[in-house]
């Protein structure tokens, strides 16, 4: 019977990480209990070993107290993270990097407002972790099925289990291709998954037998013995050497082996050398049956070559294992995690069997520290050599970055490092270029600016050459869609009557335009900026204020919002005839004299008109013959038009009451006795001074 193990089984990269991470943790005596939040790996094996080293699995935050919680490789919701943070505890984060990857998309698209549609098993803590990101609010679909009984937005961004089928996320794509506006796709699918499914789907068509060796509760492992039973091949879901039975093999020629990623080494290699026990029983046996005739020296002869031929596979198959870990070419790029800094060279490990090494030149800029992950270049295998270059892999990843940017016109970020001849110098892992043009969506006069605040930027690659080494970056493309979309936002969202914050951009004689959302300005007219008069908009606001407006007019076929400042604030005509009343005499500012009158102000925003004919008891040809703008006065109320904002003032009224009142006086004192020559005739003096000339 022969013997076949898949080329791809057990651990793969990022459990085989958290695995040695947690072993760690346990042998290096953190202070305190160590847990971890949920099952580390889907394998009860290896949880009851981490067990016996002081490790607890808890479900919940809540049952920890102190020391150090490790975050298993599904990864968890980022704020359970900030949680424990906050509790005091040391976190260590075994999460798998690809799922790292999709719970940080996720995050992006939510939070840049996109329907997140994940692919995948509602109950995987995976899925949960990743939905997490979203704030719970992700759909999850697990068939293309699902897509038509949801509700599709118009901007989709789509995720899947990393142990998903290519065939299943593209088949839902599809569906949802038919029902959105947008739908952006990311394959977060392991790659490791996808061969170890390939690996045991070729095995499987070889082979009577399959056996798949891997936790029950063990999504990716039930996963592969769906596959495998789709080729109508015998399948046997195992978790350990102990459940294998003979009676499994009866005429059977071939059998294949492979295993889940949760599935540690010594569980694949305790089956292997059941089998080979067993292949022995099965093959003596034979022999015995066969052979009953022949003396004890015959059977030695024959049953000692098989004996020897038939370990030959087994063997053969745990060297195939071990190889599993070792296929490294020169010029790829892997992912690996720093070991060791050192004055000439840094180790990574690159789950190879031994470590690989990076020279000091080629680590790049920046500075590593033990436990960083990082990408490496593979610039040379040998048998006992690894060299590898982290400056060369970010280079190369850089330029892979900035060409799919490139081709999908998706944004990219850099900081501001330099100002040159005709534009500025950003950081892209590259040298990219902005032209003066780009910067922004106006023409801007000071490009210095961007180098001492250090701006960080989002831009699109407008041109790339990279045999050139040209790289030309624009902002202006990221502002002008960000300006399209939140005019479209703001039309949609918005209504007249509607208060917003807005800022202050620009000034000019007959208003300010104010920005109310990423650039979209409105006109606060000055005939709106105040309830009271307003000579000019700077004598109410200034460039930069922060201001609460009213939408009093959208017009999205123009283009045109119109504000109001003062329809934020009480309207001082409200109530008017409580504070005043006809008749009454107050007190006012002349605040403009025009050709039939002049206009009194009462109080801010409050405003009467004293009529030509009212300024005085005699005929008046120019007002300004009697009063003058700034002029304090004292004014009679003849009318009051509270709906109209009108009131009807008199100046005349006003000054003869005010004789009026002082003829009265005067009688009275007249009355009582208390009138002085001086009081009738005056001052006498003047007549004598007179006399005298």
Known sequence: MEILLAEKAGFCFGVKRAFELTQEAASTNHAGPISVLGPLIHNPQAIEMLEKLGVTTVMDLDHVSEGTLIIRCHGVAPNLIEQAKDKGLAVIDATCPFVRRAIRLADTLSTERYQVVIVGDP????VIAI???????????????????????????????????????????????????????????????????AAALSLAQQVDVMLVVGGRNSA??????????????????????????????????KVGITAGASTPSWIIEGVLDRM??????????????????????????????????????????????????????????????????????????????????????EVGPGKLEKGDQIHVYVAKVEDD?????????????????????????QTIEAVVKERVKGGLLVDVGVRGFIPASHVD???????????????????KVIELDRAKNNVVLSRKQVLE?????????????????????????????????????????????VSEMSWGRVRHPKDVVAVDDTIDVMILKLEPERERISLGLKQTKPDPWTNIGGRYSVDQIVQGEITRIVDFGAFVQLEDGVEGLVHISQLADYHVTRPEDVVTTGEKVKVKILNIDEGAHRIGLSLRDAQENTKKQQEEIYQEQTDNGNVKIGDV??????LFNQSEE
């Open 276 to 361: 080979s026990e067993l292949n022995k029983e099965l093959d003596t046996l034979q022999e015995e049956n066969a052979q009953v005739e022949e003396t004890e020296k015959q059977e030695e002869t024959t049953e000692a070559p098989q004996e020897e031929k038939q370990e030959a596979p087994v063997e053969q198959q745990l060297a195939d294992y071990e190889s599993s870990f070792v296929d490294l070419q020169a010029g790829e790029i892997i992912e690996g995690r720093v070991e060791e800094v050192g004055p000439d060279e840094v180790m990574v490990d690159i789950s190879y069997k031994f470590e690989g090494t990076i020279p000091t030149k």
């Open 220 to 253: 990716n492992t039930r996963r592969l013995v769906e596959i495998c039973k789709d080729v109508n091949t015998v399948v046997y879901h195992i978790e350990i050497a102990e459940e294998i039975e003979s009676g499994w093999f009866e005429n059977v020629d």
């Open 131 to 197: 939905n997490g990101a979203t704030k719970n609010q992700a759909t999850i679909v697990k068939e293309p099925g699902d897509v038509g009984k949801m509700e599709v937005h118009r901007h989709v961004g789509i995720l899947a289990q990393t142990t998903q089928t290519l065939q299943n996320l593209q088949a839902c794509v599809a569906e949802l291709l038919k029902r959105s506006q947008e739908v952006r796709v990311y394959n977060t699918i392991c790659t490791a998954t996808s061969e170890r499914q």
């Open 385 to 409: 050599t690894v060299i590898l270059s982290k400056r060369r892999a970010d280079r190369e990843l850089a330029w892979s970055k900035l060409q799919d940017a490139y081709e999908t016109g």
């Open 441 to 459: 969506m106006g023409y801007v006069d000071d490009l210095d600016k961007y180098v001492k605040e250090n701006a960080k930027f989002t831009l």
């Open 123 to 126: 109950d995987h803590p995976e």
């Open 681 to 686: 005739v005056g001052d006498l003096s003047s």
């Open 481 to 525: 869609e960000e300006y399209e979309k939140a005019k479209e936002t703001i039309y949609e969202e918005l209504n007249e009557g509607d208060i917003v914050q807005g800022v202050v951009r620009r000034l000019t004689d007959f208003g300010a335009f104010v920005d109310i959302g990423n650039g979209v300005e409105g006109l606060l007219h």
